[in-house]
Nanobody, 125 residues
């Protein structure tokens, strides 16, 4: 599956932004989907993931740093994954990547088979 992330931009602290990840190719519904981010000078870190169980949803997982502020969702018909980000903080500034995986654990990089190109989110304080 090929992935393309979009929706990044500049937003003020406290604001909201929704990222999108478009998938192409076969078998999208067989993949769990995740969002990761990489801030300048830091390693890529897990943000959120949604399992492949179910039509438009499934078990979701979040990093503690975004729990309660970010919401991941998917639409298997449209082959899309979304990350709704509310109450954004300066420390959320990063390049955000979407990834596809058919294995666990979803909060580790190694199970991910495909990655999108990344979309930059900049939160101004």
């Amino acid at each position: 599956v090929q992935l393309q992330a979009s929706g990044g931009g500049l937003v003020q602290a406290g604001g909201s932004l929704t990222l999108s990840c478009a998938a192409s190719g076969r078998g999208f519904s067989e993949y769990a989907m995740g969002w990761w981010r990489q801030a300048p000078g830091k390693e890529r870190e897990f943000v959120a993931a949604i399992s492949w169980v179910g039509g438009t949803g499934g078990p979701t997982f979040y990093a503690d740093s975004v729990k309660g502020r970010f919401t991941i969702s998917r639409d298997n018909v449209k082959k899309m994954v979304y990350l709704r980000m509310d109450s954004l903080k300066f420390e959320d500034t990063a390049v955000y990547y979407c990834g596809a995986s058919r294995q666990s654990p979803l909060n580790r990089e190694w199970p991910y088979e495909s990655w999108g190109q990344g979309t930059l989110v900049t939160v101004s304080s």
